[in-house]
């Protein structure tokens, strides 16, 4: 069994959003791994491992479409417990989201993995289109948005709980697949693979990196591909005109009391 | 001449009223482009519900049917093979919907398989393919343009209006090809039952985070919301530990909401969930820590604990109501 896992750099959420000629500016942005590759990364390990007797059933491979000088992140999530990693050495930020799919489908073939785990979406660009894209590409199967997957180990099959918008949906997905995460398949017992007892409870959210993980990292393999070593000619059909930051808010007051507050309610705002 | 093609989603008999404000952008899009608008109902037995969006027509002029029993209940693989086919024997130039869990399944496949671009969760149409939409929590908003020969978008419910029945329109099964599920299985679907209004529907949203405490302690903010006839919320904290159902999640990763009255009551107010809710009209916020960030986007703050405040704000409200 082998595992693709996408992880992406984007500029710190936490860090106000600077603007530049019509443009985010990231001169001056820390990069920081996407959070919800953190998820996906957590629910392969989770997939792949035993957690009681720390041995591994599956390999799990990184992949990131980024400058190569650029993947401190990759680093990141090796040393959180990946194998290895695969780095498409492009400018992520001049791709549209096919470009970047059509990458990933291409390493996803090439390293014959049975299973593509992204996040759902990039806390940046808010896009929630790779996986879905890849599996098309692929022609594959896909759960998205999973709060919670169940490794069918006999049916060769992941069965995926989805967040929907009016509720949820479990899906049984055979492999190859893909599956997106949505931010629950990190609560303690979200995850189940068969193998880890199955009332196992883990730390909510992704593991950190122990400091054996950290040393262990920097042996561990980084493959370096060309976007042309995929055949795939990468650009996008996506051009931004400008980007800017929204409307302000006009200043709210501070009331006093719960009777003022109706009352401005009823006869300010006219909204009761 | 431009072709939009809007997939809508149906309820039994009827179309679902989260597909309305899909129909908007869509309706904008032709017009921008100078072309027409044009519906796709997906699904299995289907037919009662495509002749009821045909009479309403909301301004298209044609309404086309993909009906096959492997099309219920809803994949993404099946739903996508047809859309996908539809989308070619049409001959759209443009392809779509509301921004639902299940079209932004969809769209993105169907994009892939149509080699396109997608503006996704659109917040308006700008041009025949230009549009704008929100990044990174709502704090940054692009303008931009997708190129190709067909354009894919989905549009975030909240920022257009929904669709209004106007001159019926043609009916027509179309050959959108044979969908295949590809081994996938719907195993189950657990709706959240409620009698309130959808949560990207409600005039109202009453929403309670991590300093409720419990699932248990939901019951005033409920209330509240049910004296109102609104949708009950929450932030990721508060669906996280299970005290509510993770649908209620309001925010950057769960529904975006615009609502005439937000309430965000022991909510700090983190940007991802400020993401979901500043487009509100009016917002109240109740925290009792002065400096939380939700005040900084709240018309009307009360600095107090939730305990002292909302049952004199459910007697409050009541007797308004007279
Ligand atoms: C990738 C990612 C995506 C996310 N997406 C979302 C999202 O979509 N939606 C979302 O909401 N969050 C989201 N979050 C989480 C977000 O960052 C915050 O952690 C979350 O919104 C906090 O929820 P909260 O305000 O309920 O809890 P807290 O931040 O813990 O705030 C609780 C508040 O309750 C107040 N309080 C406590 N007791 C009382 C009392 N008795 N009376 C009155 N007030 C009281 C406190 O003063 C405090 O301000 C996301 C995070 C990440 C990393």
Redesign the interface.
């Known amino acids: 069994m082998k595992i693709l896992v996408t992880v992406k750099r984007i ?1 710190d ?1 936490d860090a ?2 600077k ?1 530049a000629n019509g443009a ?1 500016d990231t001169s001056s942005a820390k990069w920081v791994p996407n959070e919800f590759d953190q998820y996906a990364v957590e629910t392969a390990l989770r997939l792949a491992e035993d957690a009681k007797s720390k041995k591994r059933h599956a390999e799990i491979v990184v992949c990131s479409v980024c400058p190569a000088a650029q993947r401190q992140h990759i680093t990141t999530f090796l040393a959180m417990g990946a194998d290895r990693g695969v780095v498409v050495d492009a400018d992520d930020t001049a791709l ?3 470009a970047v ?1 059509k990458l990933i489908a291409g390493v996803f073939k090439k390293e014959g993995a049975d299973l593509l785990v992204c996040g ?2 990039s ?8 996986g ?6 692929l ?7 999973a ?1 919670g997957v169940t490794w069918d180990q006999d049916g060769k099959a992941m ?1 995926v709980s ?13 492999l190859p ?1 893909v599956i997106t995460c ?3 398949v990190v ?1 303690p017992q979200s995850v189940k693979n068969g193998v880890t007892p199955d009332d196992y409870t883990y730390n ?1 959210g992704p593991r950190l990196a122990s400091l054996r993980g950290i040393t262990m990292a920097k042996r561990k393999k980084v493959e370096q591909l060309k976007p042309a070593d995929l055949d795939v000619e990468a650009g ?11 409307p302000a ?2 200043a ?4 006093e ?3 003022q ?2 009352e ?3 006869t300010e ?1 006219k ?2 | 001449m431009s072709k939009v093609l809007v997939v809508v989603e149906t309820d039994g008999n009827a179309i679902k009223s ?1 597909s309305l404000p899909g129909i908007t952008a869509g309706a904008q899009l032709a017009q921008q482009g100078g072309g027409e608008l044009h519906l796709l109902v997906v699904g299995a037995g289907v037919g009662d519900a495509a002749n009821a969006i045909g009479q309403a027509g909301y301004g298209a002029a044609g309404v086309h049917v993909a009906d096959h029993a492997d099309l219920a ?1 809803f ?3 099946a739903w ?1 093979d047809v859309v996908v086919g539809a989308a070619k024997a049409l001959g759209a130039t443009a392809l779509g919907g509301t921004a ?3 079209l ?2 969809v769209i ?6 149509l ?7 659109v917040t308006a149409v700008t041009g025949s393919n ?1 549009f704008r ?16 020969s067909v354009v894919c978008f989905t549009a975030r419910a909240s920022d257009f209006e929904p669709a209004t029945p106007a001159d019926a329109a043609p009916v027509a099964a179309v050959d959108a090809g044979t969908p295949n ?12 039952q409620s009698a309130r209004p ?1 949560l ?1 529907e409600a005039n ?1 949203v009453v929403a309670g985070g991590r300093g409720m405490g419990s699932g248990e302690n939901f019951k005033p903010l409920e209330e509240l919301t049910d004296l ?1 006839g609104g949708a009950l919320g929450a932030s ?1 904290a508060a ?2 530990a299970g005290m509510v ?3 209620l ?1 309001v925010g ?2 769960g ?1 975006v909401v615009a609502p ?2 937000y309430f965000a009551v022991a909510i700090s107010g983190a ?1 991802q969930h400020l993401a979901g809710m ?1 487009g509100s ?4 916020a109740i925290n009792k820590d ?1 400096e939380a960030p939700i ?1 900084q ?7 107090a604990k939730w305990e002292d ?1 909302l049952p ?2 459910i007697e ?2 009541k007797a ?2 007279g």
């Open positions: 500029p959420p106000s959003v603007f985010v549209d989201s096919q799919a759902k979406l806390q940046d660009t808010e896009g929630n289109e790779v879905q894209r890849v599996a098309g590409l022609d594959l199967p896909i759960a998205s948005f709060g069965v989805r967040e929907v918008d009016d509720g949820v949906e479990t899906k049984k997905v055979p697949s949505d931010l629950r609560l909510e996008s059909a996506i051009s931004n005109t400008g980007v800017n930051p929204p808010r006009a709210g007051q501070i009331v009391s719960v009777e507050l109706v401005k309610l009823a705002a909204v009761l | 989260a209940p994949t993404t693989e996508t639902t869990s299940t932004r399944d993105p496949r169907a994009a892939a398989l080699d396109a671009p997608l503006a996704s969760e230009a939409r929100e990044m990174s929590a709502g704090r940054a908003v692009a303008d931009f343009t997708a190129s190709g599920k590809r081994g996938a299985e719907v195993v189950s679907i657990e709706k959240t959808a990207t109202v109102l990721r669906t996280d159902p993770a649908d999640q950057q990763t529904k005439n009255l940007i500043k009209k009016t917002i109240v002065p005040f986007v709240a018309d009307y703050g009360l600095v405040t004199q704000l409050a409200v308004k109501k």
